[in-house]
């Protein structure tokens, strides 16, 4: 069992505010939101970063995609547009080495992260 804080979300060990949850992945607001609207989108599988994805996890990146602009819109913050980030590795802002994508909005975002 991997002790890292997004699997133990993922096993509801630590709650989350939960935005969405399907067989493979899940979402919930960031505990500390950089724009009014900011969740995170996870998959339950332990994967490190976007760096340690193989060519199985092709398919992943893809639903990832199309489930984070399917949230954007729900949330109402794709018509105005939002931001889908993430991060890898320690100089690239990496904090939780469990990956996962920001989705940002509801406010005008500029500079590196907005
Ligand atoms: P990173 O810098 O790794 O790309 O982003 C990690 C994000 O996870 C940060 O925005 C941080 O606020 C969020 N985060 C860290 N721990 C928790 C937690 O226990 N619950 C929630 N909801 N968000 C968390
Ligand atoms: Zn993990």
Redesign the pocket.
């Known amino acids: 069992m991997?002790d890292?804080?997004?699997?133990k979300i993922?096993r509801g060990e630590i709650p989350c505010d939960m935005v969405y949850e399907d067989e493979r992945f899940l979402v919930f607001n960031d505990i500390q939101p950089q724009a009014p609207v900011h969740m995170l989108l996870i998959p339950k599988k332990?994967v490190k970063s976007i760096s340690a994805m193989t060519d199985e996890d092709i398919a992943l990146v893809g639903q990832m995609v199309n489930i984070a602009t399917r949230i954007a819109a729900a949330a109402g913050i794709s018509a105005k547009g939002f931001r889908l980030v993430t991060n890898s590795g320690k100089e690239g802002g990496q904090i939780v080495?469990?990956l996962h994508w920001h989705i940002l909005g509801g406010r005008q975002l500029s500079g590196e992260l907005g």
């Open positions: 991997e890292c804080v997004f699997c993922v332990h080495p469990h």
